[in-house]
């Protein structure tokens, strides 16, 4: 069953949060009950998308500090809460990979239909591999024109290295000037004097 899925990308920039947040919104408009949880810890940025105060939030429920009912913050759409980042701990990654995070996160399944993660790029930190051994998936936001291929390569094999489930990805920006399949085929066809 998928109901903990980790957003995540290869570098910044991607457009990982906002997949993430129009994900949560499609889920609750399906009438489900979901938690988008911001475990970007360095460069949070869903309190902002939502108008919310970044603290308290997941930091804090990790440490113990509140709980669920506390800590989720409810939106103008009916059935999706937000879970801020909290406060900077000085150890993102430890905090994030410990035992705490786990059963926090065991509990927030049990508590929602779906809980939507969003995490720093793969290549910039630790974090989203780690979340993403907690996870029951991982989806990939690529934006095309954008992420070199080196990039999502070198990121996939870290998702494969920590035994991730990757569920799918997603292309952002697909009209950005990427060679097409047609583009391709009339280079080789169309041009080659047959």
Known sequence: ????????????????????????VSFAQQGMRVLLVDCDLRRA?????????????????????????QLS????????????????PPNPAELLGSDATRRVLAGLAEAYDMIIIDTPPLLAASDAAILA????GVIVVLRA?????AAAQQAMQQLNAVGARIVG??????DAQV??????????YAGSGR
């Open 1 to 24: 069953t998928l109901r903990t899925v980790v957003i995540t990308s290869a570098s910044p920039g991607e457009g990982k949060t906002t997949t993430a947040a129009n994900l949560a």
């Open 179 to 188: 060679p097409r399949y047609g583009a391709y085929y009339r280079y080789d």
């Open 45 to 69: 940025r869903l309190h902002k998308l939502f108008d919310l105060p970044r603290e308290p939030g997941l930091t804090e429920l990790i440490l113990g500090n509140g709980d669920v009912e």
């Open 133 to 136: 051994t907690i996870a029951d």
């Open 73 to 88: 913050r409810t939106t103008d759409v009916t059935g999706l809460y937000v879970m801020p980042a909290g406060q900077l």
């Open 145 to 149: 024109g954008a992420t070199e291929s």
């Open 169 to 174: 990805a997603v292309l952002n920006d697909p």
